[in-house]
């Protein structure tokens, strides 16, 4: 049995806990897929390069005839889009493989790992333990269980954006922030798309406002089916033909995008029967240190925490890095005031409270909801549904929770996470600092004004 002094599982984040401070020990990686994790190579960087495509598509086909720009869209070359994306990101994959081999204290295991005991693990027909041992594991996409859909073929966030093609139809399974994305991208650059949403709204875990605006967009652009699901699948000739409920109407298409959720990957590492404590969803229980039940293992990412984002995963992996090269003053995660975003068209940007979160805490909040359309430069750009929300603490007037839907959401949404962060009230938010008139964040002050 090989032993090493550190032992990290997973090479996304898990993968920039080693530093200088680790170069007298040895370290082992054990990476089954590509470096750089979900993230870099069927996450958010491809994702984005492909939403950035589809938002130029978009300005160039809607906006601009709406502003008198003579703009038209005349199609997407697909494999150019593509490879613009992967020959990009490939090579960063590789060069990070490859560095990582060429350290002389470091060896990489390229299997899948199983724990056989606390801290051991089978790799690829060896066993290897170590002292310390770094969980980064991540998580993987998740297929509801339907009559046919395996036999036909689907594609989830992994493999659709290395599409050959342009599928003329494509089926999209889920109302999440992947389906929105990746669907928008689709959308965007021509193919027909159709959302099959088993509830009555997209993006329903956002701010109610928020949600309803956003899937209001959607409906106006796409095919949308709520409340409805897929009882089976078959092939008929080239067509994969969805059977529908409720009823059993038959929708046909080239392409189906399963984006139903993501599971951790606890369970293929078979963590629950080796000790590991886990909660009811099958994610890997930590303290606040990041440390498992386990002494001396250590866990970070997708595979400990539901909230699944890779900022959360990169500030997880510093706090690691830390507590490995210091055990007696060891520092603590912080989870406070988690921002994400969602890049469809339009953006969504949200951190803190939902009203609805709020009312379920018990506490007394005032909100209020801006339109872009009031501030100077979303009248230029004739923007009539975008909205930023905002509420408040009645008792204390500090914000716990802001939302946006519209253009530069993830951009705009930055001050009030630092405002939240460092305790500021709202009338400090608003009147503290100056706002550059006639720049977009002045929808920011407004709605700060208001309460």
Known sequence: MATHDLLIIGAGSGNSVIGPEHDDMDVAIVERGLFGGTCLNVGCIPSKMLVYAAEVAELAAHIGPKLGVHTTFKGADWPAIRNRVFDRIDPIAAGGEDYRKSLDNVTVYQNDATFIGPKEIHVGGETITADKIVIAAGARAWAPPIDGLDAVGYHTSDTIMRLDELPRRLAVLGGGYIATELGNVFGMLGTEVTFIVRSDAMLRNEDDAISAAFTEAYKQKFVTRFMSGVHSARRDGDELVLNLFPGHEELRVDEVLVATGRIPNGDQLDLAAHGFAMDDAGYLITDSNLRTNIDGVFALGDITNPVQLKHVA??????????????????????????????????????????????????????????????????????????????????????????????????????LIQGMVFGQTVDQMATGQYYIHPALPEVVEQALLEL
């Open 314 to 415: 990169n500030h997880e992996a510093k706090v690691v890095r830390h507590n490995l090269a210091n055990p007696d003053s060891m520092i603590e995660v912080n989870h406070n005031f988690i921002p994400h975003a969602v890049f469809g068209h339009p953006q969504v940007a949200s951190v803190g409270m939902t009203e609805r979160d709020a009312h379920a805490a018990g506490l007394d909040v005032t909100c209020h909801i801006q339109p872009y359309a009031s501030a100077a430069y979303g009248w230029a750009m004739e923007d009539t549904t975008s909205i930023v929300k905002l509420v408040m603490d009645s008792q204390t007037r500090l914000l716990v929770g802001a939302h946006i839907c519209g253009p530069q959401a993830s951009t705009l949404i930055q001050q």
